[in-house]
């Protein structure tokens, strides 16, 4: 009876998932990965998959990074600024949108390049979040920019 319910649950817990999926709420991902022998060596076909929640903002975030991929600068950082300025963004995302906002400025191969704006968000990443594990590359940017302005 137990198991029956427990079944029940994950089966309609599955079904709100595919649902906010659909409505663009959260995005999963998942991956499949096989194996072909057991541990001894025989012949033994398993599947594994593992599936993951992501929220809007990171659906959001990773569409921008795929954006800048494609080379469409300006429209990356369109969509990057309007995640920041979403007051209800987890403070680990909105690191992740500062540090992209201030390296796709500086980037390369984009044309529009505004080392001075690449500045600012990299600044305000290592200024409102001392302790982010992105301080070194943001400090090295920082400098790389820095040395590019004078």
Do not use: W
């Not at 595919?18 to 057991?38: E, F, H, L, N, P």
């Not at 593992?50 to 369109?78: C, D, F, H, P, W």
């Amino acid at each position: 009876m137990q198991v029956r319910a427990a079944r029940s649950l994950a089966d309609g817990m599955a079904v709100v998932l595919v649902a906010a999926a659909i409505v663009g709420c959260v995005r999963v991902r998942t991956s499949t990965t096989q194996k072909d022998y057991d541990e001894y060596g025989d012949h033994k076909p398993t599947y594994s998959a593992n599936s993951t929640v992501v929220g809007k903002a990171e659906t959001e975030l990773e569409a921008a990074r795929a954006l800048e991929r494609e080379g469409k600068y300006s429209e990356a950082i369109l969509a990057l600024e309007r995640l920041d300025a979403d007051a209800s963004l987890s403070n680990d995302v909105r690191q992740d949108v500062l540090l992209q906002l201030g390296e796709i400025h500086g980037a390369a191969l984009n044309p529009f390049k505004d080392y001075e704006r690449g500045l600012f968000y990299l600044r305000e990443l290592v200024d409102r979040y001392p302790a982010t594990k992105y301080r070194e590359q943001a400090e090295e940017r920082m400098r790389q920019y820095a040395a590019a302005l004078e």
